[in-house]
């Protein structure tokens, strides 16, 4: 009787052990499904982000050349160089500014080319092109009288596209800038590097369904569907067809269909995703798709589902096995050793359960404290405090109650919700990420914006800690609000940003005046060259005219220009763009400052009389020390000017003291009232608004000497006028 129990209890757990392998087998299978659906659509998720960020690549792409080209159209300088074109006049760097927009342009356009509003080339850059696919993209321009996008067109067996401009004189369309993009470049640039698993590509096409961009060029400029069934008619192609239908509408979406590999020579069909979206250009739309293998995202979930199949099929069975073996052999052992062992613990047990009774109570008050506790603390912070649990994709556990009063959520809302419901940072990836780190680090920080509701949204800093607790899967999120610093990057970018506009206007200013003073120069040479060209005039008219005359007065036409070119090439030394620190002396940037100003001086019958000990080695950028000399020099003239001083001097000194070099710039202008003399480094103080006075050449000579050479700069009255000290460290 015994024995027939024993071969029915071992019949019984041959069956369990079965039942739990099929249970196995059908967990794990429908897992798969579960698996395999999720990462489909996480798949499907991710190529539409995809082609949305190429479509919106392209929209941006096509936005900012046309608003670079509409800054070109209204560029005074360029309206100013055509309008004297139209009057005849020509000068040598008439359209500079279209080379100079190429030069900037050049990896994104193949020419510039600017036509008057006849139609007719007026300059085209760098080589000549002859309009092909224009003629319609004018008469648009025309009658919208606004920039657009040209249609597509072919050239040299290559699609091409242009962006024209209209150019406006006297309020009328006068001429059209136009930019000449080749396809090809846009889809290395942005096509390209989109990669979509092993074989998967981006491709492109017009709102027609005709192939713009894609890696087969043979099927570049023809219809997608008419390319597949004249080459496959035995295929069905229903599939794809209604996917280009969407598409050739406007919609953005993923879609499933079977086709083939292009690269592929077997004509063999396979399974593909394909994410679509529209990338709006010009008055029309192209459709940006990106195509990825189906088999490439779910064939390993089936590996690796059937090898964890078997292996629990053959662990089950090997644990049956030995389950059974022990059974039979130590069964009646196990029972001997567990009677004798129950009434063992069966003694302990009551001796110490009176004892543990006394010590639960103790350990239940002390927990209610240590509860009650952790709750006034966590409700009590000033900070965001979540609690997250991972294993559930972010499901939120507990909040503290601050997090209501920022976000506007209920408690019950927030424990309904993910975390990625409230972040737009958090994506499942990034979960992982961090996860991850945690495990290293056991800390992870990263800033966010938090969403509450009614379209609340808080910039926050996040610092995250696993939760020390039986779940390993919980984690604290504590947020802090960082509105303010944010606004206080915001105002110091704002800041930095107005200084670097005041220098420029302050740059402009001093090259007007040095404009002026290339003009002063330029008189005498001019008169010079007018009056050799009426001599040579006067010798023919009274047949004087012979070899040595004109030899003479060619050679006095050199001389001049020389002088004139020598002009040039001083003054070109203040516009030198180069930012680099170098050596330079300082007696060079005084005699090269005070050439940019003799003609001024000269004018204004001033004496200028300059002491320099010895000469001072400097390190620096030269430029910049030169324009703080000159609006200093410049603001000495123009007060002796204004004041009409009888003594009319400037005295300029310079010596080596302490390892500093000090200079120190005197006039006769009269001077400013004590009151003001603290103002006159001031931003936007000027003491000349009669004169056009800008306020900005002393601030910006402060922030130079201050901020790029580390020196100082101070003035005071004198009895005559002004004395401007200025002293920087000799590096």
């Known amino acids: 009787m015994k024995k027939i129990k024993r071969q029915l209890k071992s019949v019984f757990i041959l069956l369990i052990a079965i039942a739990v392998m099929v249970v196995i087998v059908l967990a794990s299978y ?80 193949e020419l510039i080319r600017f036509l008057d509003n006849a139609s007719e ?27 657009i996008v040209g249609d597509i067109y072919k050239e040299q067996e290559k699609l091409y596209i242009n962006i024209l401009q209209p150019v406006i004189t006297n309020g009328e369309i006068s001429g059209v800038l136009y930019v000449k993009i080749k396809l090809e470049t846009i889809y290395y640039a942005f096509i390209v590097p989109v990669k979509a698993g092993e074989k998967g590509y981006s491709s492109v096409k017009d709102s027609n369904g005709i192939l713009i961009m894609h890696p087969n060029t043979k099927d570049i400029g023809v219809d997608v569907m008419e390319a597949r069934t004249q080459a496959y008619p035995n295929f069905d192609w229903s599939e794809l067809q209604a996917l280009v239908e969407k598409q050739k509408r406007g919609e953005s979406g993923v879609g499933v269909y079977h086709s083939l590999w292009f690269n592929d020579n077997l004509e063999k069909r396979v399974k593909k995703f394909s994410a679509y979206s529209p990338a709006h250009i010009g008055d029309d739309f192209w459709i940006v798709n990106v195509s990825k293998d189906y088999l490439e995202v779910v064939s390993f979930l089936k590996e690796r589902t059937f090898n964890i199949i078997i292996i629990n099929f053959f662990i089950i069975l090997i644990f049956v096995t030995t389950l059974l073996y022990l059974y039979r052999i130590k069964k009646d052992q196990a029972l001997i050793a567990k009677e004798h062992a129950l009434l063992v613990k069966v003694k302990e047990l009551n001796e110490e359960l009176e004892a543990d009774i006394d010590q639960r109570i103790v350990l239940e008050k002390k927990l209610i404290q240590s509860k009650n506790k952790f709750e006034n603390i966590f409700e009590a912070g000033s900070d965001c405090i979540f609690v997250i649990d991972v294993g559930e994709n972010a499901q939120i556990k507990e909040v503290n109650l601050k997090v209501t009063q920022s976000l506007d959520y209920s408690k019950e809302q927030l424990l309904q919700m993910h975390y990625q419901d409230i972040s737009t940072y958090i994506t499942p990836e990034k979960l992982n990420e961090i996860k991850a780190d945690l495990l290293l680090n056991q800390s992870y920080m990263f800033e966010d914006v938090l969403k509450g509701s009614l379209g609340k949204k808080i910039p926050v800093e996040i610092n995250i800690k696993p939760m020390a607790s039986e779940n390993a899967n919980q984690m604290v999120m504590i947020s802090r609000d960082i509105t303010m610093k944010k606004r206080f990057e915001a105002e110091m970018m704002e800041n930095k940003r107005k200084e670097a506009l005041m220098i420029y206007q302050s740059r402009l200013a001093a090259m007007g005046e040095m404009i002026g003073s290339i003009a002063h120069q330029w008189r005498q040479p001019l008169s010079g060259i007018s009056m050799i060209f009426n001599n040579i005039e006067d010798a023919y008219a009274f047949d004087e005219l012979d070899a040595t005359f004109l030899k003479n007065q060619g050679q006095r036409l050199q001389e001049l220009i020389k002088y004139m070119s020598q002009t040039i090439d001083d003054f070109r030394f203040f516009f030198n763009p180069k930012n680099d620190k170098e050596n330079f002396l300082m007696s060079k940037i005084l005699d090269q400052t005070l050439d940019f100003l003799r003609e001024s001086i000269r004018l204004n019958n001033i004496e200028v009389s300059m002491d320099l000990e010895k000469d001072i080695l400097m390190l620096g950028r030269p430029n910049q020390l030169s324009q703080v000399l000159f609006g200093i020099l410049k603001n000495a003239i123009d007060a002796i000017v204004l004041n009409n001083s009888e003594r009319r001097k400037i005295n300029v000194s310079c010596r080596e003291t302490d390892d500093h070099m000090h200079l120190e710039i005197e006039d006769t202008g009269g001077g400013i009232p004590e009151e003001k003399l603290d103002q006159i480094f001031e931003m936007y103080y000027t003491t000349k608004e009669e004169h056009n006075g800008t306020g900005l050449g002393l601030y910006i000579a402060k922030v130079i000497v201050e901020k790029n050479f580390d020196g100082e700069i101070m003035a005071q009255n004198t009895p005559d006028g002004l004395s401007v000290v200025i002293k920087v460290p000799i590096i």
């Open 30 to 109: 429908f897992n798969y499904r579960a698996v395999q659906d999720n990462v489909i659509e996480i798949e499907q998720s991710q190529l539409l982000s995809l082609s949305d960020t190429v479509a919106d690549s392209l929209e941006r792409f096509f936005v900012n050349q046309t608003h670079n080209l509409e800054i070109l159209a209204k560029n005074r300088y360029f309206l100013s160089n055509y309008i004297a074109h139209q009057q005849g006049i020509v000068t040598e760097a008439a359209f500079q500014n279209i080379e100079d927009y190429y030069s900037i342009q050049s990896d994104n356009i």
């Open 121 to 147: 080339e007026i300059y085209t850059y760098p080589i000549t092109d002859y309009g092909h696919g224009i003629e319609s993209d004018l008469q648009k321009v025309y009658k919208l009288k606004k920039a």
